[in-house]
């Protein structure tokens, strides 16, 4: 239902229910809302890419935990993840912005409180994709590979860590279930986040079990540079055709998962600059008045990743020790504004801006 409401000096303009509760927070409303439901399920599931990400880590799986680790602990993070993610939910339905946990971090720890159309479409293609090119990779490998039986799959329990602590060792093997587990929170939206985590959860315990059933003999793959791509190739028997196969689904899984992170993190940057957050927050607030988009947001965050890509060029180890911790730092920023709540309580709740969990479109 439209209101009609003055703002910044914009009296008589028609704002919507959704913008009036924007309003209410102190925002004024300026991106498009394009996505619904399901088209948001589909950008976190693109992003989230949770059965590829499981296979790029065969040799670390292999090292850290083997078959039972990544079984049992993709089973846990998953339970885990959602319940975080119903959380966050709740905060989204009180805060619903586009600057997600720290904004939520933001309002708690203190007393007082056109180009866009195509995205859902691409949103959408790349959820196929990364759908599409799981059910391909796990035909192929039923028909073709060797399997493994039960035991393997559920018991065995591997540690070529250096460390001797089972238990630590069975925690460290998380990260292998957790990479291919976050990212859902890149579009806040009540439904769409629980959704969307439910369905990664599920696809990737299950490409957990079909990873592990048709593993092979992990031990002569490990030695390659890229095990799983020597792995695709011997299932397949086919230098070109196992080769071929992989790159193909993988690089159109990295697209995607390319275009949706920096999506989302161009909306961070530009809701943490619309509250003051860096040097030179007004140039990067600025929302493109033809395109609809927080371009100058974009191109910074586009400009910090090819930064943070040249790293490589001078060491592989650091580049891999930044890609790590930002996995930990997405977990510690979702656990942060929980842990408030949980330490402060509900008291500091803006009651009277809650939200029903049939709303929750981002702003």
């Not at 399920?41 to 039972?68: E, H, K, N, R």
């Not at 009180?94 to 479409?121: E, K, M, N």
């Not at 391909?136 to 065995?156: G, N």
């Not at 957990?208 to 059933?213: G, Q, S, Y």
Request: aromatic share 14%.
């Amino acid at each position: 239902m439209d209101i009609e409401i003055a703002v910044s000096g914009e009296k008589g303009k028609i704002w919507n229910a959704d913008d009036a509760q924007l309003l209410a927070m102190g925002k004024k409303p300026e991106l498009q809302r394009v996505y619904n439901t399901w088209t948001l399920c589909a950008y976190q599931v693109m992003i989230s890419a949770s059965w590829s990400c499981l296979i790029v880590l065969y040799s670390t799986i292999f090292d850290v935990g083997g078959p039972a680790g990544l079984i049992w602990a993709t089973l846990i993070v998953s339970v885990g993840q959602t319940l975080l993610m119903t959380s966050l939910a709740e905060y989204c339905s009180i805060w619903p912005t586009a600057g997600g946990q720290q904004y939520y971090t933001q309002a708690l720890a203190t007393v007082d409180f056109s180009l866009v159309r195509w995205l859902p479409g691409v949103n959408l293609f790349g959820a196929i994709w990364v759908v599409g090119g799981g059910v391909a990779w796990a035909i192929v490998f039923i028909v073709m590979a060797p399997k493994h039986d039960a035991k393997i799959i559920f018991t065995e329990f591997l540690n070529n860590t250096g460390y001797e602590n089972t238990g630590w060792v069975f925690i460290m093997s998380f990260y292998n279930s957790i990479y291919g587990l976050v990212g859902t929170d890149g579009m806040m939206h009540l439904r769409s986040m629980i959704y969307s985590m439910i369905l990664c959860g599920i696809m990737s315990w299950l490409a957990a079990v079909l990873m592990i059933w048709t593993a092979g003999d992990w031990t002569t793959y490990m030695p390659s540079p890229q095990p799983y791509m020597s792995w695709w190739i011997g299932v397949t028997g086919s230098q070109y055709g196992g080769g071929l196969f992989c790159a193909l689904v993988m690089i159109g899984i990295n697209f995607f998962v390319i275009v949706g992170t920096n999506s989302a993190g161009s909306r961070i940057v530009w809701s943490m600059a619309r509250d003051k957050a860096f040097p030179y927050s007004e140039y990067l607030a600025q929302v493109s008045p033809r395109l609809g988009i927080p371009l100058r947001a974009i191109g910074f965050v586009v400009v910090v990743d090819l930064i943070l890509g040249l790293i490589v060029l001078g060491s592989d180890l650091a580049f891999q020790s930044i890609i790590s911790g930002g996995g930990l730092m997405l977990q510690v920023s979702y656990l942060v504004p929980v842990l408030i709540v949980l330490v402060r309580g509900e008291r500091f709740y803006p009651h009277v801006l809650v939200s029903t969990w049939e709303n929750g479109a981002m702003r």
